[in-house]
């Protein structure tokens, strides 16, 4: 295991970057899509005048950058969080970052996903999608791993299989 210590989008666009050899990525959230244009130098002091002006500036796009990068992983995946037209707007984010596959998931607040335990996605690959039911979010986890042994073993394992190989390289 490889621990690179952030604080910044830029910082782990660079971290992902250092780290070449890699056979699954998995982006589970923009980390910010937007930050501070000029950082202030110093503490910036209540004098009783109006707020200074705060301009954004959009942070890079991590999910996008690995997946057109020439010496990009044999598998991508990224997330989509949304609370309407989930699957339809998760294709279209798909397609526009160029990632091999996305989970979509509702994050409506009806759904209690967000701080929730449970959670129902959708995985979206070149086969169309899988609409998987309502789980444990650790479950989740698990059946995304087992998705991605299957991938690299073109589906030609058993759940035994997959629990002899944690762990290795091409294991999950």
């Known amino acids: 295991v490889y621990v690179s210590r952030i604080e910044t989008a830029r910082e782990m666009l660079a971290a992902c970057q250092r780290h ?5 990525v998995i982006c589970t959230a923009a980390v910010a899509d937007w930050r501070v244009e000029k950082e202030a130098g110093n503490k910036i002091k209540k004098d009783g005048a109006s ?11 991590i999910l996008k ?7 990009r992983a044999d598998l991508i995946i990224g997330f989509a969080a949304e609370t309407e037209n989930v699957v339809a707007y998760a294709k279209q984010k798909r397609a526009r970052k160029k990632c091999d596959w996305i989970v979509a998931n509702d994050v409506s607040p009806a759904t209690g996903t967000m701080g929730g335990d449970s959670n129902t996605v959708h995985l979206i690959t070149d086969d169309g999608v ?3 039911d309502s789980m444990p979010k650790s479950d989740v986890a698990k059946a995304l791993a087992w998705r991605i042994y299957e991938h690299f073993n073109d589906g030609n394992v ?13 294991g999950a």
């Open 158 to 170: 058993t759940k035994a299989d997959f629990k002899k190989t944690k762990g290795t390289r091409r």
């Open 51 to 61: 707020l200074p002006p705060l301009s954004l500036t959009e942070n890079p796009d």
């Open 20 to 24: 070449k050899e890699m056979d699954v």
């Open 130 to 132: 899988e609409d998987w």
């Open 65 to 71: 950058t690995l997946c057109e990068a020439q010496d």
